[in-house]
Structure formats: structure tokens, C-alpha cells
């Protein structure tokens, strides 16, 4: 109820839109209604993953060691105490790790290169299904409208 009340005198700031909130509009909608979303470009399966950081080796090798300790910590906790070892590690010993991330880094920039220039020699294909019925490949020509004197 307070909310209802409030919300009936809400002006919003300068430059803040209000938006719309119905289902199947997210993105703004068009004239028919249908729902026109620009989502960010999918990722292609076969590109290389990224490389570990120095933590990702780090936590991989204590999560099954301080679980085995501490069995009634909850994921989140378990993830905490092992940012909290992390941190306190000896340069030494943390050097041993960011030796593997760097190790990574260099194997995932190579497999990189190759995927990029694999794909770089497959042909590209036109998926884009708008055929248009004239059979010139949606080329457009310019055409001069001889019949405007108004130069």
C-alpha cells in the first residue's frame, strides 16, 4: 500500500525514463507488438577458453583439501576462506602459481592465433535469409531520375 501511495506522486529524475515493465516488451517493442531485443553476439563453441588465473589453480588444488577439513562449510564460505588463504600466501609460494596462470595465458594466446586464422580461411556464409526475389545478390543499383530538372 505505502508503495501504490508513494509511487502516484513519483516524478523521476532528469534524464531517467520511465519503463515499461509488461512481458514480452523487454528491448522496446515495435508497431505489432512483437518484442525486438538486441542481445550481445553468441559465443562461438569451438573458440579456445581463457586461460586460469593464479587463484582458479590455486582453488582448484585446496577446494577438495579445505572441504575435507572444514565439511560444514557452505559454498559461499568455502569460497571466502580460500580467497582469505590466497591472499595470506608467501610470495614464494604464490609465484608458483602465477607461474601456471602465466603458462595459461601463453597457451591460450597461441591457440588463439591458429583458431583465428582457421577461421579466417573458412569461407564465411551468408546466413542472413533475406533472398531477395531479383537474383542480383541485393545489390542495388543507382538509378538517375532524369525527370527532376530542379538541379
Given at each position: 500500500?505505502r508503495?501504490?501511495?508513494?509511487?502516484?506522486?513519483?516524478?523521476?529524475?532528469?534524464g531517467?525514463?520511465?519503463?515499461?515493465?509488461?512481458?514480452?516488451?523487454?528491448?522496446?517493442?515495435?508497431?505489432?507488438?512483437?518484442?525486438?531485443?538486441?542481445?550481445?553476439?553468441?559465443?562461438?563453441?569451438?573458440?579456445?577458453?581463457?586461460?586460469?588465473?593464479?587463484?582458479?589453480?590455486y582453488?582448484?588444488?585446496m577446494?577438495?583439501?579445505?572441504?575435507?577439513?572444514?565439511?560444514?562449510?557452505?559454498?559461499?564460505?568455502?569460497?571466502?576462506?580460500?580467497g582469505?588463504?590466497?591472499?595470506?600466501l608467501?610470495?614464494?609460494?604464490?609465484?608458483?602459481?602465477?607461474?601456471?596462470?602465466?603458462?595459461?595465458?601463453?597457451?591460450?594466446?597461441?591457440?588463439?592465433?591458429?583458431?583465428?586464422?582457421?577461421?579466417?580461411?573458412?569461407?564465411?556464409?551468408?546466413?542472413?535469409?533475406?533472398?531477395?526475389?531479383?537474383?542480383d545478390?541485393?545489390?542495388?543499383?543507382?538509378?538517375?531520375?532524369?525527370?527532376?530538372?530542379?538541379?
Amino acid at each position: 500500500m505505502r508503495y501504490k501511495k508513494e509511487m502516484q506522486n513519483y516524478k523521476p529524475p532528469p534524464g531517467m525514463e520511465k519503463t515499461s515493465k509488461t512481458k514480452g516488451k523487454a528491448g522496446g517493442a515495435t508497431a505489432s507488438g512483437k518484442a525486438t531485443k538486441k542481445g550481445k553476439a553468441k559465443k562461438d563453441p569451438n573458440a579456445p577458453k581463457r586461460g586460469k588465473t593464479s587463484f582458479m589453480f590455486y582453488s582448484t588444488e585446496m577446494r577438495a583439501k579445505i572441504k575435507a577439513d572444514n565439511p560444514d562449510l557452505s559454498f559461499g564460505d568455502l569460497g571466502k576462506k580460500i580467497g582469505e588463504m590466497f591472499k595470506a600466501l608467501p610470495p614464494a609460494e604464490k609465484a608458483k602459481y602465477e607461474k601456471k596462470a602465466a603458462d595459461a595465458k601463453v597457451k591460450y594466446q597461441e591457440e588463439m592465433k591458429k583458431y583465428k586464422q582457421s577461421s579466417k580461411a573458412e569461407p564465411e556464409t551468408d546466413d542472413d535469409d533475406d533472398d531477395d526475389a531479383s537474383g542480383d545478390g541485393g545489390v542495388e543499383e543507382d538509378v538517375e531520375d532524369d525527370d527532376d530538372d530542379s538541379d
